[in-house]
């Protein structure tokens, strides 16, 4: 298969996943009600924020890391994260008048996300980055 057809296929299977997972994930913030605050779309945006500084070193030590990106980064995680969702609950929070929360829902998604990144790539680091 060439490459760009395994790429395609990765990124398709990695997405099914990462739709399916990011659903379940959702259902279970559903049952569990969290008193209205989008924790959900928090959990699976901050994890996937953590898994793809993770993946960006496990990666770059792969035979082929065009396909471990495709299938990790832009399927798994493009599917399981969602700026979408955020942007319909802070859209939800505009109209309800929330202000306190849209502010720390914002400040959540981007700190979180950013410190996660961070986290995940210093532990990839720890895991499979250079010895010295």
Same mark, same amino acid.
């Given at each position: 298969?060439? $490459?760009?057809w395994s790429q395609t296929l990765a *990124?398709?299977?990695? =997405?099914? &996943?990462? /739709?399916? @997972?990011?659903?379940?994930?959702?259902?279970?913030?559903?049952?569990?009600?969290?008193? $209205?605050?989008?924790?959900?779309?928090?959990? *699976?945006?901050?994890? =996937?924020? &953590?898994? /793809?500084? @993770?993946?960006?070193?496990w990666i770059e030590q792969r035979i082929?890391?065009?396909?471990?990106?495709?299938?990790?980064?832009?399927?798994?995680?493009?599917?399981?994260?969602? &700026?979408? /969702?955020?942007?319909?609950?802070?859209?939800?929070?505009?109209?309800?008048?929330?202000?306190?929360?849209?502010?720390?829902?914002?400040a959540a998604h981007v700190g979180l996300?950013?410190?996660?990144?961070?986290?995940?790539?210093?532990?990839?680091?720890?895991?499979?980055?250079?010895?010295?």
């Amino acid at each position: 298969m060439s $490459g760009a057809w395994s790429q395609t296929l990765a *990124v398709a299977l990695g =997405g099914a &996943f990462g /739709a399916v @997972l990011r659903y379940a994930i959702n259902q279970f913030f559903l049952r569990h009600g969290y008193g $209205g605050v989008p924790s959900a779309t928090l959990v *699976v945006n901050v994890v =996937g924020c &953590f898994c /793809a500084g @993770l993946f960006l070193v496990w990666i770059e030590q792969r035979i082929d890391p065009a396909f471990w990106r495709a299938l990790l980064i832009t399927g798994v995680l493009g599917a399981l994260t969602t &700026f979408s /969702a955020l942007g319909l609950e802070v859209w939800q929070l505009l109209r309800a008048e929330r202000w306190g929360l849209i502010a720390i829902t914002l400040a959540a998604h981007v700190g979180l996300g950013v410190f996660a990144v961070g986290s995940g790539w210093h532990l990839g680091q720890a895991l499979w980055g250079p010895r010295g």
